[in-house]
């Protein structure tokens, strides 16, 4: 234990029983010196394990050619199979993030997991009859996963952010979620890896039964269940974060030897005949709640973490629909009615797309995060992603014009994947995990993600009825430049967020600390003092 946070206090409450008064301080210094053990431990193993745990369109593609008339999803179905994850994922992120302060972080962690496996199993098991349209069944089973996902945003920033030591915790965190890019990534090279093996097959398959693309997206989904089922396990065992044991438990002995388990073994032992002694701390309630965000303080918070990230999806999600027109300007397009062709194409050209911008704004994050600041890289890609996109957007007739244009735009392109995600799209996750107190963490997390999710089913849902208005991809320079305007309004919104980097997360709370503890449970303050005084 850090013996720095032991020192001699004089008691507040006079009349108090010298016993009961020495066994709540010495309750509250064990609080506080456990959470200094996990703020300045050293990277462990144990922190390898926390990232390593926690962290369609091709699909669309093949549904529309075995499914779809003329082999192409109509509109109305090619949006409902991509919306329907994200709608799914921000009632995850809200209901997950509220369940994960009120149930624990290690009981819900898995949970998200297995519907996240039945949901994209059951996918790859839908069927069609007379009664059922395979797309309506599909779109079900979607939103069903979506929920899942949505889960696993509060969940995975929570976790890491509780476990994490102060000096690495963004490097710490921005490793999770760093794995989406990853994911990304690995999503294109199975999928290219699926066509290839398929290739003899489908450029023998008649063009009016494309038997073997059935089988293709099939794989390609459930494929996708292997490397959940084989987090699961880990996920389930997990141990429950000292900060929700101490904190909403209220069990500071539990977590205190958590604390000194899993910093030296990296295991944790609960003692089912252990004496539980529960203490007196802030409790989350409907009242608790209003009067915490109900201070300027605390709200601005809210609000920066919650419109960054909605104003930043606009855009990050907004950005996948001229992913056509870049794959086409760097040879990935739809080249001819090769069905083989188009896939593998699109495949590729996806994984180009992640090379080039996805996965080095992600490690460029890792590597500066804990050096400049969240608040500062935020700023920095707010402000690039804004010259960006007015550059894009007012001279995007110019730059699609010629064939150097065309190349100038697809730099442009990738420079703003860069910047989106070594910039807001890596810190609009982190900070909402590190910059609220910990009974409200998670439900915080949640909004603040579910609010970016909404971003991108504006984004989705809006910006694909405006894209061809006046003609094909006609609109396109004018939502980039509506892409500008929210990304203006993101530099407004980072201003009202702290910096979070080395300040540990009890004191981002904005809570007094110094006795936190207020007392034993099942001995109120007021019964405490008549006992001091009958003494």
């Not at 506080?32 to 144990?46: G, M, P, T």
């Not at 973490?305 to 855009?315: E, N």
């Not at 300040?503 to 001091?532: C, H, M, W, Y």
Request: glycine residues 10%; proline residues 3%.
């Amino acid at each position: 234990m850090d013996r720095g946070y032991i020192s001699e206090k004089t008691s507040s409450r006079g009349s108090v029983d010298p016993k009961i008064n020495q066994a709540v301080y010495t309750l509250d210094q064990r609080r506080r010196a456990a959470l200094a053990e996990v703020d300045n431990a050293s990277f462990s193993w144990f922190h390898v394990k926390v990232v390593l745990v926690a962290g369609i369109n091709i699909a669309s593609t093949m549904l529309g050619y075995v499914y779809g008339k003329g082999q192409v999803l109509s509109a109305n179905q090619d949006l409902g199979v991509k919306v329907a994850t994200p709608v799914g994922t921000l009632i995850g992120q809200l209901l997950f993030g509220w369940l994960a302060d009120l149930l624990g972080r290690k009981r819900m962690y898995g949970v998200e997991l297995m519907i996240i496996i039945v949901g994209c199993f059951a996918q790859c098991l839908a069927g069609e009859a007379h009664a059922v349209n395979i797309i309506a069944v599909i779109i079900v089973w979607r939103f069903l996963m979506g929920i899942g996902i949505g889960g696993d945003y509060p969940l995975s920033a929570t976790i890491s952010s509780e476990f994490s030591s102060t000096r690495i915790r963004g490097r710490l965190m921005t490793a999770v979620f760093a794995a989406q890019g990853w994911g990304n990534f690995t999503a294109a090279l199975v999928g290219l890896i699926v066509v290839a093996a398929f290739k003899s097959s489908v450029l023998k398959d008649s063009p009016t039964d494309l038997k073997h693309v059935d089988f293709m997206w099939r794989l390609l989904i459930g494929l996708g269940c292997v490397p959940a089922c084989i987090a699961l396990y880990f996920r389930l065992t997990i141990p429950e974060t000292p900060r929700f044991t101490m904190d909403i438990e209220r069990n500071v002995q539990q977590a205190a030897s958590d604390v000194e388990n899993f910093l030296t073994s990296g295991t944790f032992v609960v003692d089912p005949d252990a004496v539980v002694q529960r203490v007196v701390a802030p409790k989350a309630t409907k009242n608790d709640f209003a009067t915490y965000f109900g201070k300027w303080e605390n709200m601005k918070v809210l609000i920066g973490t919650s419109w960054s990230w909605f104003a930043l999806d606009i855009a990050f999600y907004g950005l996948g629909l001229n992913s056509s027109i870049i794959l086409t300007a760097i040879g990935f397009g739809s080249p001819s009615s090769s069905i083989y062709l188009n896939l593998k194409n699109v495949c590729v050209g996806n994984l180009i797309l992640s090379a080039a911008g996805l996965i080095p704004g992600y490690y460029a994050t890792f590597l500066l995060i804990d050096r400049w600041g969240r608040k500062p890289i935020q700023l920095m890609g707010f402000a690039m992603l804004t010259v960006l996109f007015v550059i894009m957007g007012f001279g995007y007739d110019k730059l699609i014009s010629t064939s150097g244009g065309k190349g100038a735009f697809v730099f442009l392109y990738c420079l703003a994947d860069f910047f989106q995600n070594f910039g807001p799209n890596t810190t609009t996750f982190v900070i909402p995990g590190e910059a609220f107190p910990t009974r409200y963490r998670s439900t915080a997390h949640g909004i603040s993600a579910a609010s970016g999710k909404l971003g991108a089913i504006v984004a989705q849902v809006g910006f694909a009825r405006l894209v061809n208005i006046g003609g094909k991809n006609n609109f396109v320079k004018h939502i980039l430049e509506i892409f500008a305007f929210f990304m203006l309004t993101g530099i407004f919104s980072t201003l009202l967020l702290p910096e979070t980097m080395n300040r540990t997360l009890e004191d981002l709370s904005n809570e007094n600390q110094d006795g936190f503890i207020a007392g034993v449970a099942g001995k109120p303050v007021a019964t405490q003092e008549d006992e001091g005084t009958a003494h």
